[in-house]
């Protein structure tokens, strides 16, 4: 079908296939931190391939020549091999898709002090009187709304204090970085993997004002971290926390603070065994949403999200 669409001229195309998420899923057996369950519906989908054509003549002969492109292949497979091969058509709105989403964004408080903001919003005082954070959602790889980066900011409320270091490990759109340097630490390092992260956290932190105090490198945590922190923090997987465990009390300093988030209650067990091996004791525990917040401790108090 897809070929077919191709010699008509139609390149972007949109596949639902259900055999794509049993590739996906083979072999994988118990180390999911997360499935959307969207994506989960997919294994009972029909395949599909939908293309987009444009309203009017120009449209209606596309249409008309998918259509011949269907019959000929029904004429092909005589085996019923290539399934229905139907058509079903539908109108969708023409709008500015790349602006358009911006009216599904609301300001998200954290905590008691921090409201996440658009950053299309004005800049005047917040109405409640919290720190606003200001983010390009469409740019940003977070923004505040789901459960792991809420607890992080949180946990950081609470343990920044006054011209801190923060470590912001795998920082996306450097949402807990710029959050600890609003709320008064005095310097911030965020380190990523992807270019494209430490980029978005870097226009973000301009946004922000706080450019001056902060930085962004992109690579491995162990071979461009040099230095150590009073407090580091990240909103990861859990495979990847237990991965890191052992060499992210390096990068902090006696007494230093550890906030980590990112931990699926399914995996809770996971992570505490790590920690507990390099010697940090469960103190607290909370949980939203099926995501859990530990605090531990080891020469000093440790945070876990």
Known sequence: MCSALHDIGHSSLAIADAADL?????GKHGAWDYIDHNLMKLREAETTVTVYLPHGRQGQESLNAILEALSQLKAL???GEMGRLECAATSVKDEDWATSWRKHYEPVAIGEKLIIRPSWEG???????????????GMAFGTGI????????EALENAVEEGCSVLDI???????????????????LGVDIDQVAVNSASENAKLNGVSDRSGFICGNLAE????????????????????????VPSFLRPGGLLILSGIIENRETDVTNAIA????????????????????EHTGTVLLC
């Open 277 to 296: 091996s390099i010697g940090f004791s469960i103190k607290e525990r909370t949980e939203q949403k099926g995501w859990v917040c530990i605090v531990s």
């Open 170 to 188: 795998g920082c996306g759109s450097g949402i807990l970085a710029i959050g600890a340097l609003l709320l008064g630490a005095g310097s911030a």
């Open 77 to 79: 497979d005589s085996a």
């Open 224 to 247: 461009r971290v040099t230095e150590t922190y009073d407090i580091a923090c990240a909103n990861i997987t859990a495979d990847a926390i237990v991965s890191l465990a052992p060499d």
């Open 22 to 26: 049993e590739g996906l899923l083979e």
């Open 146 to 153: 789901d459960e792991t980066t809420q607890l992080c900011l």
């Open 123 to 137: 800049r005047g005082p917040d109405p409640e009187g919290r720190i606003a954070l200001r983010l390009d959602p």
